[in-house]
């Protein structure tokens, strides 16, 4: 965690549930994050909003934490 305060580490990879953590969403507020990236993001349309509801909460966790760029990614779309 220190790395991440000090610039050191450029990349933090976690699960939209580690999220929820208040320590964890503490410690984020102390770090510069420059740009969200949601791997597999055809699940959110593709399976409902019941496959991980915490997937719903991104736009607020943008906004709590002044990222100012999001990446949504996946090699599984379909082709429609």
């Not at 055809?42 to 736009?59: A, Q, V």
Request: aromatic share 8%.
């Amino acid at each position: 965690m220190e790395r991440a305060k000090s610039g050191e580490l450029k990349i933090l990879m976690v699960s939209v549930e580690r999220l929820k953590n208040e320590r964890f969403r503490h410690f984020l507020r102390q770090v510069q994050i420059s740009l969200l990236v949601v791997d597999e993001a055809h699940c959110l349309s593709e399976w409902g909003h019941n496959f991980r509801p915490d997937y719903l909460k991104l736009p607020d966790y943008q906004r709590e934490f002044a990222i100012p760029q999001v990446l949504l990614l996946t090699a599984t779309a379909p082709p429609r």
